[in-house]
């Protein structure tokens, strides 16, 4: 961790001097912040249609001659070493064309843990099938390739395996006794302390101190993992995966099978949703093994099971939040504290101290993560780790102080707002929230809302409001380049490995671009998906979009100069030098004086070229370094708590954000939904059943984990303030992530006002409400 | 999956025929049987697939409806003579699944659906009911959505049909077949409890089909209802449901009773002490609480369940309240 640190500082104040002027800190804003062209409009998706006919192609779906499918065999045992394995009744199925364990497994050098270098992809450091050695319940143990996929699911249950058990690590509650402080929270400190908070809180008027639990969830995005591998004749390695880290995983992979980059080639076109999930797992790298053993191409498809057995999901936590507050609401002590499960081999403490790092103004903060280590998969990214249950404890602490002091909620957070980020004590770049907070509670009805708990009821249902913070940081991630090549038609292909996840990313860098270099967007395409492109940064952290348009714009600033140089003597732009010039109406024009234009492909056309590109990288986020950059929003919930069964049901739920600039509403709403359908979920429904016993997860499948069906989403009704922020390219922030957090306290708060109960334990299942 | 014959019966005689064969099963939508074959808790030799046989309902004279086995979830509930005269049976079964699933279901199937005890399901666990005398890991372990009522120390799981609780109250006859001869059996008879044996859930002879089954002329089942109530809104099993049918005197008495109650032990659970508490006593939530009382005193929670034994009791009392107030 410090390594990655260190490396990160270094390349930042290198990259000052690379930086434009306009994203230095203090710099002016991306001149397309104030224009309204293709960005701003409802595009519809781009890749809808090839969707909607099935011609979307994803990597469980891509065809490879002479190709065979592979099953896995998971351990049951969480910790010890395989005693006896016996194979031959699969290795006589009939189909069966290879058999692979730890005794024949190519020998791989062990996956570098994602964060322990910025091209790491590795979502855990442990080698993967060397030895007999067994790290977690449901660690693949054997992989079976037959001609069908039948043939290998049936042949996998046919291994016979007893294992010589060793004392496991599987009880999150006997291990937070050893809970220790990670070397750092994704680069930040474990432990933030200003003040002394907890003396502060107990002198405090007004007190709050309470334990909140979140469980164990895990992802279930409608496309299983998959992979389709083949290795080529000269050696080279064909990867169509599908995955949120096209190049780290080709740079994780190189390592692990001693290649060159150069000789790996990773595919992802689409991927059926990401969240977090579609990193570099086990999977991949046994097909990829199994598919150099065999000689052939491998096609392996994780069932729902090996989904929740082979890749992690949100890891469980133990968080205390104390409150310390003066009689006018303002907070002398903000204490926000807990443990998280984790493995000795990963990297993911699930950062719910985050938020109140950066959300409250206190006197005092205490702010500390711990981890415990537990043997079980490793626990990974799901959209807005840490902020999604971060933000459910502090937020239901913030309304538990609101209600024991006779304050409206909303008031109190009006009480608490900062000038400056309390923690780091840097300026906003952008900060909104309060204004969000009005438009929310007037369009929602806030004010029709009894602060009295249980005071509405109709037949069996009580009826509450509950109000929380969605919060989430803005990040765009170092790296990455884009290449825009121009052709005489006057058209536009973009090109950088990035990834579509069904967010929209392609159909907003379409319009993007295409405002970029003044086209229409019919005259635009944008190439993702590939390694071999330019290399793209990963699709996390609600980054890509501001990623990408970084490095859009570095490689316009390159193409325009490089269009100048072309243009002859002839031309209306003569003699004119790249800081005259604007792209617009299909070309080049003076800023002022618009008869000096001329058209891309008057001016390709004049230099008798067919196109012209360019490439650059995006310049490092420095942004960061000197704002803080946050996205927040309001989220109000009405629930229907059954006054005799304890069902809980949402009846409304309004999300308002502010998050910047929103580049497409239609995309955009459809994230801000999707995040607060994913946050009711996370409120009543999902738990992965973690046997503490065994370390085995006993609810593997869609029937048993529960996500929201229809029936309990209500509408949903999404605003934005649409407030540029000054300091981010397109004046854009992520938007794939905030609409999860707050969710789970806006149910809980609406929950206790509905019933006077608090539920500090997640999922709200009516059994705690009885 | 291991692999298996397949062959299709075109009537009774060839299907029971068959399906005397050691390692045979009948297959009907095969939405529960083919999910455990693939997790191979189930590995049949041979599957003798009934679903072409007996997909008529028919009305009789004196009354009582004639479903056969074959008939699909969907079109029991969709069926006029079921939504008007057995409610309780057309709401049960629309709360079950999905409609996929509920297109693709049998009745036979419905009934004859296994346990989702996730214990059972999978073979790294100990399960008495999967491997007899291997131990039942749920007693210590996730039962919260296991009996309340019947349970043994061998196995507490639950069964899972909404379908058959409505059936349990309504009083159906399962009509039977083998190759030895045709014999009908009370609904409420065909599924055991656990006791020493979990892995025999139902009182079939070796190859016996089910081919139809019979509901009762029972003119006061036009005021009955079902109650599911589950951790989400919909496609979720019953923690607790409520079958009830009530027929109340004009002087606000309950003249009859039928009550059912689902999610709460190892068979659909018919509350005869319920009833017979009620019979004949004023149809006032006292005596509706006092009647889920008597049915719940032997009830007995595990680590997780509990509150089942309070949400039974609640349910019960909500859904004779709801009656008794249609009817008054
Ligand atoms: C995700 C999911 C959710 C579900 N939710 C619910 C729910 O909420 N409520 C609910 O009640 N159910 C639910 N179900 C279960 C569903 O109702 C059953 O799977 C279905 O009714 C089984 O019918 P089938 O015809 O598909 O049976 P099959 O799977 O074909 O067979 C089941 C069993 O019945 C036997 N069988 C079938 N027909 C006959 C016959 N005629 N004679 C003798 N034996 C026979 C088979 O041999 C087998 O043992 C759910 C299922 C799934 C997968
Ligand atoms: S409750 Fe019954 S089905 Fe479940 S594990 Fe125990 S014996 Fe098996």
Redesign the interface.
């Given at each position: 961790m410090t390594t990655i640190r260190d490396a990160a500082q270094k390349l930042m104040q290198t990259a000052i001097g690379l930086a434009p002027e306009r994203w230095l800190p203090g710099g002016t804003p991306d001149p397309l912040i104030g224009r309204h062209g293709a960005i701003g409009s409802s595009v519809p998706r781009i890749d809808g249609p090839r969707k909607v006919k099935g011609e979307a192609r994803f990597a469980a779906e891509v065809p490879a001659g002479n190709m065979v499918y592979a099953a896995l065999v998971y351990s049951t045992i969480a910790r010890g070493r395989i005693a006896t394995l016996d194979t031959d009744a699969t290795q006589a199925v009939p189909g069966v064309v290879l058999v692979m364990t730890y005794r024949n497994a190519p020998r791989m050098a062990p996956p570098a843990l994602f964060m322990s270098d910025p091209r790491a992809a590795g979502a855990s450091s442990l080698p993967v099938m060397q030895d007999d050695t067994i790290h977690w319940n449901g660690e693949p143990i054997a992989v079976i390739l037959a001609e069908t996929q039948e043939q290998a699911d049936h042949a996998a249950t046919l291994v016979r395996v007893t294992y010589t058990k060793e004392t496991a690590s599987t009880s999150f509650d006997a291990a937070t006794a050893q809970a220790h402080r990670p070397d750092s929270v994704l680069g930040e400190p474990a432990v933030i302390e200003i003040g002394n908070a907890e003396a502060a809180l107990a002198e405090a008027a007004h007190q709050i101190d309470r334990t909140y639990h979140t469980p164990r969830h895990s992802h279930a995005a409608i496309e299983p993992h998959a992979a389709t591998v083949w290795w080529e004749a000269d050696g080279r390695l064909v990867v169509h995966d599908a995955t949120q880290m096209l190049n780290g995983t080709r740079w994780t992979l190189a390592g692990i099978f001693g290649l060159k980059e150069e000789q790996i080639r990773i595919l992802s076109p689409f991927v059926g949703g990401g969240f977090g999930g579609k990193t570099l797992w086990n999977h991949q790298i046994l097909a990829i093994a199994a598919s150099r053993l065999s000689g052939r191409p491998v096609r392996v498809s994780l069932s729902r099971e090996g989904v929740f057995r082979v890749s992690g999901g949100r890891t469980t936590t133990r968080q205390r939040v104390a409150l310390g507050a003066r009689a006018d609401g303002t907070l002398s002590a903000l204490i926000h504290t807990g443990i998280a499960a984790m493995t000795a081999y990963n990297n993911c403490p699930e950062q719910f101290s985050f938020p109140a790092r950066h959300l409250y103004a206190a006197d005092s903060f205490k702010l500390e993560q711990k981890v415990a280590d537990l043997d079980m998969v490793a626990n990974t990214f799901m959209r807005a780790p840490g902020e999604s249950i971060g933000t459910f404890a502090l937020e239901s602490a913030i309304d538990e102080l609101a209600d024991s002091m006779g304050l409206d909620p909303i008031e109190l957070r009006r009480r608490i707002e900062p000038v400056k980020d309390p923690t780091s004590g840097h300026a906003f770049s952008a900060r909104h929230l309060l204004d969000a907070y009005a438009r929310g509670a007037e369009r929602f009805g806030w004010s029709a809302r009894n602060p009295t708990p249980r005071a509405r009821r109709e037949g069996e249902w009580l009826i509450g409001m509950g109000v929380a913070t969605a919060t989430y940081p803005y990040y765009r991630m170092p790296g990455g380049a884009a290449r825009i090549t121009l052709t005489r038609e006057g058209q536009a292909r973009v090109a950088m490995a990035s990834h579509e996840m069904g967010m929209g990313t392609a159909t907003v860098q379409v319009q993007a671009a295409a405002d970029r270099l003044g086209l229409p967007i019919a005259h635009v395409t944008f190439a993702y998906g590939d390694t071999a492109l330019p290399p793209g940064t990963i699709a996390g952290g609600s980054s890509q979009t501001a990623s990408i348009a970084a490095a859009v714009t570095a490689a316009s600033e390159k193409l325009v100069p490089a269009l100048l140089k072309l243009v002859g003597n002839d031309s209306p732009l003569a003699g004119l030098r790249a800081g005259d010039v604007e792209a617009r109406d299909g070309g080049l024009g003076h800023r002022s004086l618009p008869e000096r234009f001329e058209s891309y492909a008057s001016i390709l056309s004049r230099a008798n070229r067919d196109e012209i590109s360019a490439e650059a990288e995006a310049p490092m986020p420095l942004e960061v370094q000197k704002y803080a950059m946050h996205s927040y929003g309001a989220q109000f919930c009405e629930v229907r708590v059954n006054a005799v069964t304890g069902e809980t049901r949402i009846s409304r739920f309004l999300g308002s954000f502010d998050a910047g600039r929103v580049l497409n509403p239609r995309t955009a709403a459809s994230q801000f939904r999707g995040g607060i359908i994913m946050g009711l979920g996370l409120a009543l429904t999902e738990e992965t059943l973690f046997d503490a016993r065994t370390g085995r997860i006993m609810n593997p499948s869609l029937a048993d984990y529960h996500v929201p069906v229809h029936l309990d989403v209500p509408q949903i009704d999404v605003i934005w303030t649409d407030s540029p922020d000054p300091h981010a390219p397109l004046g854009a922030h992520g938007i794939g992530e905030i609409g999860i957090t707050g969710v789970g306290a806006a149910v809980a708060n609406a929950v206790y006002n509905a019933t006077g109960r608090r539920i500090r334990d997640l999922p709200i299942t009516l059994d705690k409400l009885l | 999956?291991?692999?298996f014959s397949y062959a299709r019966a075109g009537d009774a005689a060839t299907a029971t025929g068959l399906g005397m064969a050691e390692g045979a099963k009948y297959l009907g939508g095969g939405t529960n049987l083919v999910d455990l074959m693939?997790e191979?808790i189930e590995r049949p030799d041979r599957l003798v697939d009934v679903t072409g046989l007996s997909r008529m309902i028919a009305e009789r004279d004196d009354g009582s409806l004639m479903i056969g086995a074959a008939v699909r979830n969907t079109a029991v509930a969709e069926h006029q003579a079921v939504r008007e005269r057995y409610p309780v049976l057309a709401r049960a079964i629309l709360s079950g699944a999905s409609g996929q699933i509920r297109n693709m279901a049998t009745v036979g199937g419905n009934i004859l659906q296994r346990t989702?005890c996730?214990?059972f399901?999978?073979d790294?666990?100990r399960c008495n009911k999967r491997v007899p005398g291997a131990g039942c890991?749920a007693i210590?372990?996730?039962n919260?959505t296991h009996a309340i009522l019947g349970a043994s120390p061998a196995c507490v799981a639950t069964h899972p049909s909404d379908m058959c609780v409505a059936l349990a109250a309504l009083g159906a006859v399962v009509h039977l077949e083998n190759t030895a001869g045709a014999r009908t059996l009370p609904l409420v008879d065909l599924h055991r409890l656990p006791m020493g044996r979990p892995e025999v859930e139902t009182l079939l002879e070796p190859g016996e089909l089910i081919t139809a089954i019979e509901l009762p002329p029972l003119p006061w089942a036009v005021r009955s209802t079902y109650r599911k109530?589950?951790?989400?809104?919909?496609?979720?099993f019953a923690?607790v449901s409520v079958a009830a049918v009530l027929d109340r005197s004009g002087d606000g008495m309950v003249r009859d009773v039928r009550l059912a109650l689902g999610g709460v032990a190892h068979k659909p659970w018919r509350a005869f002490a319920a009833e017979a508490a009620l019979r004949g006593r004023p149809a006032s939530e006292a005596c509706f609480r006092a009647a889920a009382e008597a049915e719940l005193a032997d009830a007995a929670p595990l680590r997780d369940n509990g509150?089942k034994i309070?949400?039974a009791r609640?349910?019960i009392v909500?859904v004779l309240n709801e009656l008794a107030g249609e009817t008054a």
């Open positions: - | 999956m291991t692999p693939r191979t989702r996730a214990y399901y999978d790294a666990a890991d210590d372990g996730f919260r109530v589950r951790d989400r809104a919909s496609y979720a923690l509150f309070e949400l609640r349910t909500a």
